[in-house]
């Protein structure tokens, strides 16, 4: 069975200054993956950012970065330059099978205001 | 390109209704999913569906069923609700099964009374 912590229950971060979100993972599965999703405060869930443990270098989508490290099974979302847009709860997410069912496990996520 | 799109919003029912989540997509995705939020729980897998005319339960399939007719619709029934079932509802889909990311549609809020 996968699991994913999230050890962040809140986080403040200034405008335009860098945050990291803690994720740590535990799976059992030779090759696996890495979302990160951002759910504002209007509900939707929205993809960020993915990386595959076979992936050679860290991920990068515009001010998001994955720092992903395997021996430390981590991988932190790191978030340069904050917008006030950018507050929101952050799920680190893997996917995985239920049976024959593809589905996501999720963390119980990180609540992250920027302020001014 | 709208993605994926989910009605009603919002929804209140009575303990015993019956109610019919909608989700719909225009990716051409195969493969969808309906998955219930709940505080402290994070997001369960309730069911989900391969392709059209198929359907598989997931984690949490009770008190729920789907079908798939095409390839872009993928209904969530409430057979007769109850206060369990108040949740926020989110339809997601990718092109196949496994690994691939998954998008969301921007969920459903039901409150059983």
């Known amino acids: 069975a996968q699991k994913i912590t999230q050890t962040q229950p809140g986080m403040f971060v200034q405008e335009k200054e860098a945050v990291t979100l803690d994720c740590t993972y535990d799976t059992s599965d030779p090759s696996y993956g890495l979302f990160w999703y951002k759910q504002p405060s209007s509900g939707e869930m929205i993809f960020l950012i993915y990386?595959?443990?076979?992936?050679?270098q860290n991920a990068t989508e515009g001010r998001y970065s994955l720092n992903f490290q395997k021996a430390r099974k981590s991988a932190n979302l790191v978030i340069s330059a904050s917008q006030l847009g950018d507050s929101a709860m952050y799920f680190c997410a893997m996917p995985g099978y239920v049976g024959t069912a593809s589905k996501l496990t999720f963390g119980t996520g990180t609540r992250l205001q920027v302020t001014l | 390109n709208a993605g994926v799109t989910q009605t009603p919003k919002f929804q209140v029912l009575k303990t015993g209704q019956s109610m019919t989540l909608q989700c719909a997509q225009d990716m051409n995705h195969e493969y969808m999913s309906w998955y219930r939020q709940d505080p402290g729980m994070g997001l369960r897998l309730i069911h989900y569906?391969?392709?059209?005319?198929?359907?598989d339960q997931g984690e949490v399939p009770n008190g729920y069923n789907v079908s798939r007719s095409t390839t872009e619709d993928f209904p969530l029934r409430l057979l007769s609700a109850a206060p369990s079932q108040t949740s926020v509802y989110f339809c997601?889909?990718?092109?196949?099964?496994?690994?691939?990311?998954?998008?969301f549609g921007p969920g459903t809020r039901l409150l059983v009374l």
């Open positions: 997601a889909s990718s092109y196949e099964r496994g690994g691939e990311t998954q998008y």
């Open positions: 990386q595959g443990s076979y992936d050679q």
């Open positions: 569906s391969v392709g059209a005319g198929i359907t």
